[in-house]
């Protein structure tokens, strides 16, 4: 295939989850693509009409290789659950590149994983920024392309004060410092927009700008005050409804770090996004990097709009868990 023209076959893994569906959604409605979703066997995911489910085992080598020789695969996208086995993303892509996939999008999506002071202080980061070059390992054949879209906005404001500070169904929230310091963040759809716009690229332009390397994207540019504002406007309150408590980001970092030691999870949740929050900390990457929103086509988004579809889950009872 000419490298003027945009990748074609695109498989996807977990393509029925928080970040897969609107991914899967996204290339669908683009209409450029052939997908193929590989699932689990008896998997009951939900897939958009369109795309090819294939059942496979991911712990069997040669049925992976198989699945993706067999589809002629150009782009493979992984998402995975925060419970699935780490040695899951290792058994996918080293099968990936047996079967000569010359591109992955690794399960690693957050924030800047090439700032090398992120990468320092945080695991996630770090093992993100592994799980890319295990994948530029294999060699010429096979490169990565990153995500890098920042904290999932609707994930993060609705699971609670340890991770955006926020306790929406108590109007409770915790500032980190002084509240006002700025990151970047996307929400799901956004996500799957940015994926799609990168894949409706000729195939030369991923090469050259993206290939080992990150694609910087955001929904927004946000701190805590402007995410408590947007709230008010949403809720119909003011400051003096809730209670606003104001905890160093230090500080939060050292006792999320002890709660995980004690066995509480969320205490690495605390940290980490403790850690997001450090001013000039590398959580603004539009701020460090910029962004890639205009070669794909992105427009930033309305964070009321985004708020909002936050309330209404947080108020449904969601729960990914």
């Known amino acids: 295939m000419s490298d003027t023209k945009h990748l ?63 589809q002629q695969i150009q782009f493979l996208i992984i998402t995975l659950s925060v419970t699935a086995p780490p040695e899951t993303h290792t058994l996918i892509v080293t099968a990936a590149a047996e079967a000569g996939v010359p591109y992955i999008m690794p399960n690693a999506y957050g924030g800047d994983i090439f700032d090398s002071a992120l990468g320092t202080d945080d695991t996630y980061t770090g093992a993100s920024l592994a799980k890319c070059r295990e994948i530029e390992a294999f060699g010429p054949a096979t490169a990565f392309v990153a995500l890098c879209c920042g904290f999932w906005f609707e994930w993060s404001l609705a699971l609670g004060e340890s991770f955006f500070g926020f306790d929406i169904a108590q109007r409770k929230v915790t500032f980190f410092d002084d509240g006002k310091t700025k990151i970047t963040s996307s929400t799901w759809d956004q996500c799957g927009r940015a994926v799609a716009g990168l894949l409706s690229l000729p195939e030369s332009v991923v090469a050259e700008k993206f290939r080992n390397g990150p694609v910087y994207t955001a929904s927004f540019t946000i701190s805590q005050r402007d995410i408590l504002d947007s709230l008010h406007r949403v809720l119909g309150t003011k400051d003096e409804d809730w209670e606003i408590r104001y905890q160093g980001t230090r500080e939060r970092v050292a006792e ?8 509480n999870r969320l205490g690495f949740a605390k940290a980490l996004y403790s850690r997001g929050f450090f001013p000039s900390g590398g959580g603004n990457h539009e701020a460090s990097k910029g962004l890639h929103n205009g070669i794909l086509g992105l427009e930033k988004e309305d964070i009321d709009g985004a708020v909002k579809r936050t309330v209404a889950m947080v108020e449904s009872g969601w729960s990914p868990f």
Do not use: C, F, W
Not at 57 to 62: F, G, K, L, T, V
């Open 8 to 70: 074609e076959r695109i498989a996807i893994v977990g393509a029925g989850g928080h970040v897969g569906k609107p991914i899967t959604t996204a290339l669908v409605q683009s209409g450029k693509h052939t997908i193929t979703a590989l699932t689990r066997p008896g998997s009951t995911a939900v897939l958009p009409p369109g795309v090819t489910r294939i059942e496979v085992d991911y712990n069997d080598h040669a049925a992976v290789v198989a699945v993706l020789r067999s």
């Open 256 to 263: 999320g770090m002890k709660e995980l030691s004690e066995g």
